[in-house]
């Protein structure tokens, strides 16, 4: 069971990125899938999360209006589309799955995929 991120770099304030994060080793369409982030010195925090169906999604206040989280069920993928970059949202980006309802809280997330990095210059 694997969750492998993609789609991280570098980008100018006000630019957009697309992050993917490919499953493998089972089918995740029964899974809540989730983005978590951690910048340097500071802890994981929840960035955005889309249940099974993905009929509820959820975003952290800071990323509301900016970021959008996908899901192909198809795919066994879930994309966050994150568009006006600041600085602020300068961290490495975590895929996360777990079975069950949306939870904010890193620690009900039970697989995790690598993290890729997105730097956001001034």
């Known amino acids: 069971v694997q969750l492998q991120a993609s789609g991280g770099g570098l980008v100018q304030a006000g630019g957009s990125l697309r992050l993917s994060c490919a499953a493998s080793?089972?089918?995740?369409?029964?899974?809540?899938m989730a983005w978590f982030r951690q910048a340097p010195g500071r802890e994981r925090e929840f960035v955005a999360a889309?249940?099974?169906?993905?009929?509820?999604?959820y975003y952290a206040d800071s990323v509301k209006g900016r970021f959008t989280i996908s899901k192909d069920n198809t795919k066994n993928t879930v994309y966050l589309q994150m568009n006006n970059l600041s600085p602020e949202d300068t961290a490495v980006y975590y895929c996360?799955?777990?079975?069950?309802?949306?939870?904010?809280?890193?620690?009900?997330?039970?697989?995790w995929g690598q993290g890729t990095l997105v730097t956001v210059s001034s």
């Open positions: 996360a799955a777990r079975i069950g309802s949306i939870q904010q809280g890193s620690r009900y997330y039970n697989t």
């Open positions: 080793g089972r089918t995740f369409s029964r899974d809540t």
């Open positions: 889309i249940g099974w169906r993905s009929d509820l999604i």
